[in-house]
T-cell receptor, first 115, second 109 residues
Framework: DTEVTQTPKHLVMGMTNKKSLKCEQHMGHRAMYWYKQKAKKPPELMFVYSYEKLSINESVPSRFSPECPNSSLLNLHLHALQPEDSALYLC??????????????FGQGTRLTVV | KNEVEQSPQNLTAQEGEFITINCSYSVGISALHWLQQHPGGGIVSLFMLSSGKKKHGRLIATINIQEKHSSLHITASHPRDSAVYICAVRFPGAQKLVFGQGTRLTINP
C-alpha cells in the first residue's frame, strides 16, 4: 500500500463552521505534512509532524489546528475560516523528515471552499 | 528569490514529441523530486534523485550535482502527459521541500 488517503475530497463550509480534514497512510511513515495550494501556485508548507510530534508550524493562523493522534493518521481541524482560505489542502508523508528515506508521497487533496 | 527555478513555465507540444523540462537550484541539496499534478488533482511523485539518472517507462530524470541542474524528459509524449510538472528540492538537514513554480505541459493530439 503506497497510498496517502485524504477525506473528504471536496468540502464547502461557512465561516462559522467547524470541520476537519483527515489524512491516512499505512506505509509506516513517521513524517507527515500539511500543504496548502492556491490555483496555479506551488504547494505551501503548513505543518510537519515527526514521530507524532509537531515539528514545524509555518506561522499558520490558529484557525487551522493540526492533530496527529497516531503514526498513521493526521487531521487538520478548521474553525472560523475566511474565504481566502479556500484552496486545495494536500497531505503528504515520508519515511522520516530528513536524510535518506525522505521521498514524499502525496494524497489527492481536499478542495476546500469557504463561503 | 526562489531558490528553485524551473523552465519553461509553459510548454505546448504535439503528440510524439520529445519533451525536456529543466530545474536549477542555488546551493547543494540532499535530494531532488520531480512531481506531477493533473488539473484539480493531487500530486504524484515521479522521481527522487540525489545523483545520476533514473528511468520509468517514458520518463527519464537526470541530475548534475556540480552544475546544480536537473532535467525531466518525456519520450513519445501523449496527451495524457498534459499536467503541471513540479521540481522540489530538499536542502541538507532540512525538514521541508522547496518547490519550483511548476511547468504547465500541454500535449496536443
Amino acid at each position: 500500500d503506497t497510498e496517502v488517503t485524504q477525506t473528504p475530497k471536496h468540502l464547502v463550509m461557512g465561516m462559522t463552521n467547524k470541520k476537519s480534514l483527515k489524512c491516512e497512510q499505512h506505509m509506516g511513515h513517521r513524517a507527515m505534512y500539511w500543504y496548502k495550494q492556491k490555483a496555479k501556485k506551488p504547494p505551501e508548507l503548513m505543518f510537519v509532524y515527526s514521530y507524532e510530534k509537531l515539528s514545524i508550524n509555518e506561522s499558520v493562523p490558529s484557525r487551522f489546528s493540526p492533530e496527529c493522534p497516531n503514526s498513521s493518521l493526521l487531521n487538520l481541524h478548521l474553525h472560523a475560516l475566511q474565504p481566502e482560505d479556500s484552496a486545495l489542502y494536500l497531505c503528504a508523508s515520508s519515511l522520516i523528515v530528513s536524510g535518506s528515506g525522505t521521498e514524499a508521497f502525496f494524497g489527492q487533496g481536499t478542495r476546500l471552499t469557504v463561503v | 528569490k526562489n531558490e528553485v527555478e524551473q523552465s519553461p513555465q509553459n510548454l505546448t507540444a504535439q503528440e510524439g514529441e520529445f519533451i525536456t523540462i529543466n530545474c536549477s537550484y542555488s546551493v547543494g541539496i540532499s535530494a531532488l523530486h520531480w512531481l506531477q499534478q493533473h488539473p484539480g488533482g493531487g500530486i504524484v511523485s515521479l522521481f527522487m534523485l540525489s545523483s545520476g539518472k533514473k528511468k520509468h517507462g517514458r520518463l527519464i530524470a537526470t541530475i548534475n550535482i556540480q552544475e546544480k541542474h536537473s532535467s525531466l524528459h518525456i519520450t513519445a509524449s501523449h496527451p495524457r502527459d498534459s499536467a503541471v510538472y513540479i521540481c522540489a528540492v530538499r536542502f541538507p538537514g532540512a525538514q521541508k521541500l522547496v518547490f519550483g513554480q511548476g511547468t504547465r505541459l500541454t500535449i496536443n493530439p
